[in-house]
């Protein structure tokens, strides 16, 4: 049985939609089945449109589909991405999180692969307690948890961050960060794929 992945995001300015199409393509690659979605926002419009950069990043998204609990149904792995807030993740991901209680009663995201990415402000913005916080949502659902781990010298050479990857908001993705991204990416695929057959 093929893994099927859904990919689903939230980006403010536009790097976690980058890490979730780098992950895409790299699953895609894989051999995976992938549904790349972005969560709903839930900011109200006015503030979007008071800041340029968020508009157009809006904008930008607006060919994406939304994430349902349709999608995690459908899917035998799961890549959530998101910012961190204050050392969690936004609001707006755990928003659809809190979506998904009907499936999660009835079992239906119970033994599934399920990884993670983020990003903040800066390297000790909280980045791993904000991973760490969608683990154990993974943990309650009864997910199989994916992590890079140290399983490839490129977890090193982007900040060895064994728990996924994670980056600086506002630092553009270079060839080391996308590596580590298909890495996990792929990583994630392969043990969908061993827990579904």
Not at 93 to 108: C, H, S, V, Y
């Amino acid at each position: 049985m093929s893994t099927k992945l859904t990919i689903a995001f939230y980006s403010t300015y536009g790097l976690n939609r980058a890490v979730a199409e780098t992950a895409e393509a790299a699953a895609r690659a894989a051999g995976a089945e992938v549904r790349l979605r972005r969560v709903p926002e839930t900011a109200p419009q006015e503030v979007i449109d008071g800041q340029e950069a968020w508009k157009a990043e809006q904008e930008r998204q607006a060919g994406i589909e939304i994430a349902t609990a349709a999608d995690m149904e459908w899917a035998n792995a799961y890549l959530l991405i998101a910012p961190t807030r204050f050392g969690s993740v936004a609001s707006q991901m755990r928003a659809f999180i809190d979506t998904l209680g009907g499936l999660w009663f009835e079992g239906k995201l119970a033994d599934k692969a399920a990884s993670a990415m983020t990003s903040a402000q800066n390297q000790n913005g909280g980045q791993e307690s904000t991973l760490v916080s969608l683990y154990t949502t993974f943990m309650h659902w009864g997910s199989v948890i994916v992590v890079p781990g140290y399983t490839d010298p490129v977890v090193f050479e982007t900040g060895g961050n064994p728990y996924g990857f994670s980056h600086s908001a506002g630092a553009e993705l270079g060839e080391k960060d996308k590596a580590h991204i298909r890495h996990q990416a792929v990583r994630l695929v392969e043990m969908g794929g061993r827990l579904a057959a």
